[in-house]
């Protein structure tokens, strides 16, 4: 439990404590993960790059605040080692 002192009306310290904040999620590239906001339900943002290749970091459609688009892609039943299809979302850069 904590005890916060201030001179504020608790309303002001309060105010937006209930408003849910963005989701995050990270996806892999090749070597490189992303951490992305999700905009819309094909779309996200990138917001970190995680590598430790430094020409990852040169790549524009990594660079935070690009917007990329997810296509799906199916995975081809011969390679899969299960009896089901996975898919995997794949972004492209816009």
Known sequence: MSV???LAPIELVL???DQEGPQYQEIEIGEARLLVE???MDRCRVVRLISSNPMDYLRNEFQPGTE???VPR???K???DSSF???SATPSYL
Do not use: C
């Open 74 to 76: 199916f995975a081809d």
């Open 38 to 40: 999700q905009q819309s």
């Open 78 to 80: 011969r390679t899969s």
């Open 68 to 70: 990329l688009k997810f």
């Open 4 to 6: 916060l002192y201030t």
């Open 15 to 17: 105010a937006g404590i």
């Open 85 to 87: 299809r996975k898919i």
